[in-house]
């Protein structure tokens, strides 16, 4: 059964994802409107008398004015989105072609769209259908009316829209909701994973049944699992469900996805159950995955530091950005296994590592950044902070990375004033890390005075 309803479920939410979600429900409630304005049969008895004087004497004759108010909507809303193209290619060429979708996909746009999609439908309809039966002309004079108010509403959305695209592709809003939508993501896979079923082990012991691996049947990203579902589906069995990928893992078409821990093999059934748990999209959701948020924050920062760019000040925005979403990762450790109500570990998945996350998301920054002194300071700084927060293994990669950066902050400074003015910031602030006060000589140097 679950098969079954994957594939609807999948296409509602691919749908809810897309950019014609609410274009099409506001023309479906225009189109209402305009059928209403047709069909319902009111005559002027049945309407107020302060109604009955603002009919017209002959609305048939207002198509004139029904197309021109046509032709104007067309105009308008070829101008608004030619304008947004515009702004997308420029935000894709400026931070990351990652934010394109997203910017095209945002609500306050789409609901812009529908209402401009739907004004024209109802104009349409009013124009398809020009007569007018005897006695219902003060019905008609008002859908005419409505379809004016519906025009100056829409210019209206114009003047919002040009203030919404104009404030979307600035980079403190393109920081801002990176690290919104990152930090929701990480709030609701929190509010998920609370209660004695979702536990942390550092190592899972396995148990003494045969493993029988399924593979996966289609290839894509593999981006969320309905963990529940598979641990009442490993809970039928009495056998365990151990994941094979970390999630937002790009699979291939036959490659073992999971395995079962169990006496007996699997029929294909419970397989297809199991199979249908998973979440695959294209692209990378935030919603579903907070690490994606993460990336394309590097990703902008690393764009901003490339020489046709050369923006450092967005790149160390990013960084900030960064420095809160890893605080709150190390704040909070990840479950990594779901128990059932006997406690009995019923599912497995991968995580990724702490050190591994900070490689990922610092090392790029410096590397494009490492000619920039204020980049190498602003990760220096990154790094102190989150050393508050981290313990063991965590601050062990933090003084790694620490070192790391201090070593391209010598090579990059050469002059003496600059040496100095980054010396006086090595150990200042608070963190617990173990840095030096002065920096290392550069490699060249080294090899000079051995030279000598």
């Not at 999948?10 to 609410?22: D, E, F, G, N, P």
């Not at 209402?32 to 002027?44: I, Q, R, T």
């Not at 490689?359 to 980049?375: A, E, K, M």
């Amino acid at each position: 059964m679950r098969a079954l309803l994957s594939w609807p479920l999948h296409v509602l939410k691919a749908y809810r994802q897309s950019i014609a979600y609410l274009p099409s429900l506001l023309a479906v409630v225009y189109a209402l409107l305009g059928l209403a304005a047709l069909l319902l049969p009111v005559s002027n008895q049945q309407l107020p008398g302060l109604l009955t004087a603002l009919g017209l004497e002959a609305p048939e004759a207002t198509r004139a004015l029904l197309a021109a108010l046509l032709g104007g909507m067309i105009s308008l809303m070829v101008f608004s989105f030619s304008m947004v193209m515009s702004v997308l290619s420029q935000a894709g060429g400026q931070f990351s072609h990652k934010l394109v979708f997203g910017l095209v996909t945002e609500r306050p746009h789409q609901w812009v769209l529908g209402h401009y999609l739907g004004t024209i439908l109802f104009i349409l309809m009013l124009l398809i259908v020009p007569d007018v039966a005897g006695g219902e002309t003060t019905w008609r004079s008002l859908a005419i009316y409505l379809a004016c108010a519906m025009v100056v509403h829409c210019l209206g959305l114009f003047v919002y829209f040009i203030h919404n695209v104009s404030e979307s592709i600035q980079i403190d809003a393109v920081a801002s909701d990176l690290h919104h939508a990152t930090r929701l993501a990480l709030e609701r896979l929190q509010a998920r994973q609370q209660g004695e079923r979702w536990r942390y082990l550092p190592t899972v012991v396995p148990t003494d049944n045969p493993r029988h691996v399924i593979h996966a049947r289609r290839a894509g990203y593999l981006q969320n699992a309905d963990l529940s579902a598979l641990g009442e589906l490993a809970a039928r069995v009495e056998g365990r469900v151990t994941l094979h990928f970390r999630f937002g893992d790009y699979v291939v078409e036959g490659l073992p996805i999971l395995s079962l821990e169990a006496g007996d093999a699997p029929d294909e059934a419970w397989c297809a159950e199991a199979r249908a748990t998973l979440t695959y999209l294209e692209g990378e959701s935030i919603a579903d995955h907070h690490l994606y948020g993460m990336s394309q924050l590097m990703e902008v920062a690393i764009k901003a530091l490339s020489p046709g760019i050369n923006d450092p000040g967005t790149a160390r925005l990013c960084i900030h950005r960064l420095t809160d979403l890893l605080a709150r990762q190390l704040r909070w450790q990840p479950s990594n296994c779901l128990l059932d109500a006997a406690g009995q570990v019923r599912v497995t998945w991968p995580l990724a590592r702490f050190d591994d996350l900070l490689y990922r998301l610092f090392q790029p920054i410096l590397s494009y950044g490492r000619q920039d002194v204020s980049i190498g300071l602003a990760l220096l700084k990154a790094l102190k902070s989150l050393s508050l927060f981290a313990e063991g293994e965590s601050r062990e990669a933090l003084q790694a990375h620490a070192e790391r950066v201090i070593e391209t902050l010598a090579e990059a400074a050469r002059h003496p004033l600059d040496r100095h003015f980054i010396e006086a910031r090595l150990s200042t602030g608070a963190h617990r890390l173990d840095l030096p006060l002065q920096l290392p000589q550069p490699r060249a140097s080294l090899a000079a005075e051995r030279a000598q």
